[in-house]
């Protein structure tokens, strides 16, 4: 039999490796800018972020808030939305759903309460008063939240995804605003995840399929040639 598609390959290129080759392609496709775009912070609170006081914290780039808050500042100075998600959970975690049952220690996911110092956003994030701020339940900043309707109301045809985990709620929101027709950004620097091999192999089937993953100062670019 003639072989016309692929059998999975293994040659031994770690998740690193393969992603810095898919990058370096002079011929890969982009999806691109359009005309208006939206910075949408997926989890920057401190279950996820404070390294010093969560064991489910976690860091990649240390510079990673510091991206994401400058990004926010150039949209918001172009009149353009600045968007923060995290998510929580009522006090019986019963909100959670299916994704709240594998773990019920102090730890696990449906035990970030509201009003809780996990559920509490980083100080360090430059939040705005007229960003738009909400809790979500799952994965997807888009699930069941008003993210969708908000960024239609402002004209945003481009979403700029920042924040973690690379591997799950940033792969998920990024993934649902190319279903819903949005151009869709992941800004290398301003993602998080626990492990290389789970940051790296997401990135790449991200750019492979479903965003344009770039260096974070491709979009600074683009938002300061903007008047």
């Known amino acids: 039999m003639t072989l016309i598609g692929t059998q999975m390959v293994c040659d031994g290129r770690t998740a690193r490796q393969i992603f810095e080759d898919v990058m370096a392609?002079?011929?890969?496709?982009?999806f691109g800018f359009?005309?208006?775009?939206?910075?949408?912070?997926?989890?920057?609170?401190?279950?996820?972020?404070?390294?010093?006081?969560?064991?489910?914290?976690y860091e990649t780039d240390p510079r990673q808030i510091e991206y994401a808050n400058a990004l926010s500042r150039l949209a918001r100075s172009r009149g353009m939305p600045v968007i923060w998600?995290?998510?929580?959970?009522?006090?019986?975690?019963?909100?959670?759903?299916?994704?709240?049952?594998?773990?019920?220690?102090?730890?696990?996911?449906?035990?970030i309460k509201y009003g809780s110092e996990r559920h509490a956003f980083d100080p360090r994030c430059e939040i705005d008063p007229d960003d738009l701020?909400?809790?979500k339940r799952m994965p997807s900043a888009f699930f069941e939240t008003p993210l969708n309707s908000y960024l239609r109301w402002h004209?945003?045809?481009?979403?700029?995804?920042?924040?973690?985990?690379?591997?799950?709620c940033v792969r998920a929101t990024a993934v649902d605003s190319l279903a819903y027709g949005f151009r869709t950004i992941v800004p290398i620097e301003t993602c998080a995840d626990k492990h290389?091999?789970?940051?790296?192999?997401?990135?790449?089937?991200l750019q492979l399929k479903y965003a344009d993953v770039e260096p974070v100062q491709v979009v600074i670019d683009w938002l300061e040639a903007r008047r």
Request: charged share 25%; proline share 2%.
């Open 25 to 30: 392609n002079p011929a890969r496709a982009k």
């Open 34 to 57: 359009g005309e208006r775009l939206a910075i949408v912070n997926v989890d920057f609170q401190q279950a996820y972020t404070r390294t010093d006081l969560f064991k489910t914290a």
């Open 85 to 111: 998600s995290r998510v929580g959970y009522k006090e019986d975690g019963g909100d959670a759903g299916v994704w709240g049952t594998r773990t019920d220690t102090p730890d696990s996911l449906q035990n």
């Open 133 to 135: 701020q909400y809790t």
């Open 155 to 168: 004209r945003v045809d481009t979403v700029v995804v920042t924040g973690g985990s690379t591997s799950g």
């Open 196 to 205: 290389e091999s789970y940051h790296f192999a997401n990135l790449t089937d």
